[in-house]
């Protein structure tokens, strides 16, 4: 199912959150609603509205409270900047620095979330980091392994030297070009250790999302001729993910891992 509400960066929720509060509670007041419903009103609704974002594009627990934070302080101070508005006075120059501290925690936190998310942009990377063999590098945070993956490392084990005596070879192709919510055919081409094409083999692609395991997706994969096999795959959302395809072929297994990032470049 493709997601009703378009994918935003943190800055663009966050930032945009906010200038719609500030409009919002602007707007109460011409209406001549109290400034104390006001500013609440004017804190709840953006933060209710970014839940609602959240249950189509979920950025983690972090990203949910930094904009809850946000728009609460927001509506405070516009509660506070309201009633001196009512009782005509200035404003203390302690009240301006701590402002002044809010908007710059404000910013520098949307910036290393926005990073943390999205990686730096590639202009900065290709710069500052090292790129070996010119290969793109992704600085976004991969997100935690869930536990069950990682508690059968000896069975692995055991894996890597059948499959290193099959000596079977499998090319994942397409797959880089995948796009959030945007359908893609992804083929694999599997050989075995002569080069000859495999068919009639089981394959399964399954795709982990690292940031968020509720987003995995499985897909069976169909041969449209000898060796070559193709599934139509649709991934929910942008960020790191792993492909893993898994070939079953009577008694014989095989399995290959491979990190990819889909997104914005």
Do not use: C
């Not at 890597?160 to 070009?177: C, P, R, T, V």
């Not at 995995?216 to 395809?245: C, F, I, K, N």
């Amino acid at each position: 199912m493709l997601s009703l509400i378009p994918l935003l960066s943190i800055a663009e929720t966050l930032f945009g959150g906010l200038v719609f509060a500030i409009a919002l509670y602007f707007l109460l007041r011409a209406l001549r609603l109290a400034n104390f419903w006001a500013a609440v009103l004017s804190g709840a609704i953006p933060f209710v509205m970014y839940i609602v974002y959240s249950t189509q594009h979920w950025g983690g627990g972090d990203v949910l409270a930094i904009h809850f934070a946000v728009f609460l302080a927001n509506a405070g101070l516009l509660g506070v900047f309201g009633g001196m508005r009512q009782k005509q006075q200035t404003l203390h120059w302690a009240p301006k620095i701590i402002i002044g501290f809010f908007i710059f925690l404000v910013i520098s936190n949307a910036i290393l979330l926005s990073i943390a998310g999205r990686g730096l942009p590639q202009s900065l990377t290709s710069v500052f980091l090292p790129s070996p063999e010119n290969q793109r590098v992704h600085t976004g945070f991969p997100g935690v392994m869930p536990h069950d993956r990682n508690k059968s490392y000896q069975p692995h084990l055991q894996q890597l030297e059948q499959q290193q005596a099959l000596g079977w070879q499998l090319k994942l192709a397409d797959i880089e070009s995948l796009a959030p919510d945007q359908p893609k055919k992804v083929s694999v081409e599997l050989k075995d250790e002569n080069g000859q094409p495999i068919s009639q083999a089981e394959l399964t692609l399954n795709f982990w999302r690292m940031a968020n395991s509720r987003d995995d997706q499985s897909y069976v994969m169909r041969e449209q001729s000898p060796g070559h096999y193709v599934a139509e795959v649709t991934l929910p959302d942008s960020g790191r993910w792993v492909a893993e395809m898994l070939v079953k072929l009577g008694d014989q297994r095989f399995r290959k891992q491979q990190s990819l990032f889909i997104g914005e470049e």
